[in-house]
């Protein structure tokens, strides 16, 4: 079955992640993934939510929000209150990352994961997922070498990919095209060993079956592969112990 931009089922779009691209932001890395791109910075505060005030923990959270003009109608920006998908989205930013993070070794601090989209075409959980967790490391690097930190507090690495059924063929990392008329459309978050921290996955038009799901997850778990390789390209490591 031909895809919209010409690729075989199996294939990922193009995938560059770009690190310290912002000036002022703790860390950083840019996602350029097919069209669509996000962007995302971490900030260290030297303090926890209240629940954790006292308890001698840390926490990782992440923010995110489509900018204005980051689709083909424009965007409100979401003043007052937050809207169901975004906050939907930024607690699954915030889970993935902790999945993969010693909270206790962060001591009472934070680090905050904002994810702006600056252009949609599918995938930007995704993406914001995959960056983020390049951004939460290279600052908890830079916490560790200035001392603050003992070790870089990570167990794992952490990234995300779609996949769905297109006429019934597994696809993976669908762009909008795809997305808006799969039958089938699942996101799948996963760690670099393999651990499955969240499989969301939706029957748009029909049921699917349980080989289908097993289909699914072994081509994202494929396709994840070269997500997890791209991380450690751009964080210049061969494995997550050189951090």
């Known amino acids: 079955m031909p895809r ?4 075989v089922p199996g294939a990922l779009r193009p995938l560059k992640l770009t690190r310290g691209v912002m000036r002022f932001a703790h860390s950083s890395c840019l996602v350029e993934w097919g069209k669509t791109k996000v962007l995302c910075t971490a900030t260290v ?12 923990t840390g ?3 992440g923010e995110y929000a489509m900018l204005p003009g980051s689709s083909s109608t424009r965007i409100p920006r979401e003043r007052s209150k937050l809207g169901g998908r975004t906050q939907e989205i930024q607690r699954l930013i ?3 990352l902790r999945a993969v993070t010693r909270l206790k070794d962060l001591g009472e601090r934070s680090v905050l ?3 702006d989209v600056m252009q949609a075409d599918g995938g930007t959980r995704c993406a ?8 939460l490391a290279e600052v908890l690097r830079q916490l560790r070498r200035q001392g603050t930190l003992r070790t870089v507090p990570l167990t794992d690495a952490v ?3 779609s996949v769905g059924l297109c006429r019934g063929i597994p696809v993976l990392d669908m762009d909008y095209a795809e997305d808006s008329t799969a039958d089938v459309d699942m996101n799948v978050v996963a760690t670099g060993g393999g651990a499955l921290v969240e499989v969301q996955g939706t029957a748009e038009r029909r049921p699917f079956s349980h080989a289908d799901l097993n289909r699914l997850l072994g081509l994202a778990t494929r396709g994840l592969g070269r997500v997890f390789a791209a991380q450690r390209a751009v964080l210049r ?3 997550l112990r050189q951090l």
């Not at 919209?4 to 690729?7: A, C, F, L, N, Q």
């Not at 505060?45 to 005030?53: A, D, R």
Request: charged residues 20%; contains cysteine; glycine residues 16%.
């Open 4 to 7: 919209p931009d010409g690729r």
């Open 45 to 56: 505060e030297e303090s926890v939510p209240p629940f954790l005030k006292g308890k001698g």
């Open 59 to 61: 926490w990782v959270t």
């Open 94 to 96: 915030g889970r993935s």
């Open 113 to 115: 994961i904002d994810c």
């Open 128 to 135: 914001a997922i995959t960056g983020g967790f390049v951004a």
């Open 159 to 161: 990234a995300a990919v």
């Open 237 to 239: 490591i061969a494995s």
